[in-house]
Every structure is written in structure tokens, then in C-alpha cells.
């Protein structure tokens, strides 16, 4: 199950993203029993679905920030703290995240078989979490990045994701064209942004694939914080690695 045709003619990767449909699936660390409950019954549903089992994941509790956590058999079952993005070079490790209206970004090289997921807010993306990331893979995993594929996944799009100045002014060497103006607001396309900092790294152009889906503008299908603003966070889970032969 692969979310992007890049990723298509890889068998045994597995990148998905759940849907609404799949339930919340943020990670059960609340003092709430219920949504703990829940959010468990369904990440081990949707594992399931992938034909995964929960005791091959490494997950990453997040801080919206840029550490890069580089994922090994040591960590399988874990939740790696204060952690935005997870690397490693082991089939049957899979990597997981979670977003609300955040890019998934999922890395993939299928000549060292190395595998990365990034969650990317605009914290991150201004903490250059996606350049770390593959600046990681490339020195401790032996990546190329003339091999790397990369896909951004469904998050916000510019048509919703409304900043203030102080926001814009993280991101000058991006503007004006990831800026869209509207009726005297401002709003950011941090998709845009997400490809930029790939492209900086040097992966290739044609590697690169970006879904054109605004979490926002589908609630049928995804959550969105900024559209639900929920008392407790809903969120789908992001995975990706490559099943063992």
C-alpha cells in the first residue's frame, strides 16, 4: 500500500497515511482512559490493515521541532521522545508519525533500502527538518541523493493555512512565492516549501511528488486541527519501511 506512484514499482515498501474513516490514531499518551483506549484499538487496527503487526513500529513523540532520530532493532516497540523526524536502513522496521494538518514527508532509497518520515509543521519546516533529515540519511545510512524518492503526503494547503507576519518572517527566503494573498490576509504554502527544502538538498525534481490534497478542504477524509479545533487532538498516523523477504 503506497501512497505515491513514485513508490509504485516497490513491493515491499509500505508508506500509507490512515484516514478519518481509521479513527483517531495519535498516540495513546493521555491521562483521558477512553481516548487512550481508542487511539490503541485504532493504530492496531490500521497496522493490521497494512498486514503489519505493532511490535515491528518505532513511533515518534513529537515537538514540532527538527531532531532526527536514526531508528535501529533496539528501538522496535518504542516512542522516541521529542523527536519530528525517524531514519533507518532496517527491513521490518516501520516508521511511524502523526498529523492533524502537518506534511507527512516520506523518504525512501531503494539502493541501500533506507527508509524516513518526517513530520513537517511550519515549526519544523523552519527549523529545517527536511534537510536534516536527509543530510542524516545521507552521512549515518550511505544514501545518495541522486537515489532518494520523496513524497509529501495530504496536509494543509495554502488555501487555508492563514499566518501572521511573524510566521512569514521564518520563511523570507521563501516569499513571495510560497505567499498567496486574500481579501487582506495572508496565507502560506507550505507545500511549496516542503519540495524547496528537498530540492536544496539535491534530490532530483522528478523525484519529488507532493499530494495536491488540503486536509482542511476534505473532512470526510482526513482530520484537520485548525478546521475541527478539537478538545483532544485527532490524527492520522503516517507510516513507512520495508517488509522483510
Known amino acids: 500500500m503506497n501512497l505515491f506512484l513514485l513508490f509504485a514499482a516497490y513491493p515491499d515498501l509500505v508508506a500509507a497515511l490512515s484516514l478519518k474513516k481509521d479513527g483517531s490514531c495519535r498516540l495513546p499518551q493521555t491521562d483521558d482512559y477512553e481516548t487512550r483506549l481508542f487511539a490503541k484499538e485504532n493504530r492496531t487496527r490500521f497496522v ?79 527549523g529545517n527538518v527536511i534537510p536534516l533529515t536527509v543530510q542524516k540519511m545521507t552521512r549515518q545510512l550511505k544514501c545518495k541523493l541522486a537515489d532518494i524518492l520523496a513524497g509529501i503526503g495530504p496536509g494543509i494547503g495554502s488555501c487555508h493555512f492563514e499566518v501572521k507576519d511573524d510566521v512569514l518572517a521564518r520563511f523570507a527566503d521563501f516569499l513571495p512565492a510560497s505567499l498567496r494573498h486574500e481579501n487582506g490576509k495572508k496565507y502560506l504554502d507550505l507545500k511549496a516549501i516542503a519540495r524547496r527544502q528537498l530540492e536544496s538538498t539535491g534530490i532530483p525534481s522528478s523525484h519529488i511528488s507532493v499530494s495536491d490534497e488540503c486536509t482542511f478542504d476534505l473532512p470526510e477524509k482526513y482530520f484537520s486541527y485548525r478546521r475541527d479545533k478539537p478538545e483532544i487532538l485527532q490524527a492520522m498516523m503516517a507510516v513507512i519501511g520495508i517488509r522483510k523477504k
Open 48 to 126: 493490521k490493515k497494512l498486514g503489519l503487526e505493532e511490535s515491528a513500529f518505532v513511533a515518534a513523540e513529537l515537538a514540532h521541532g527538527n531532531a532526527v532520530y536514526s531508528a535501529t532493532m533496539n528501538d522496535v516497540g518504542a516512542i522516541i521522545p521529542a523527536t519530528d523526524a525517524l531514519i533507518t536502513d532496517i527491513p521490518g522496521i516501520f516508521l511511524s508519525i502523526t498529523v492533524a494538518d502537518c506534511l507527512p514527508v516520506f523518504l525512501f532509497d531503494p539502493r541501500t533500502r533506507s527508509v524516513g518520515l518526517v513530520h513537517a509543521g511550519w515549526r519544523g519546516l523552519a
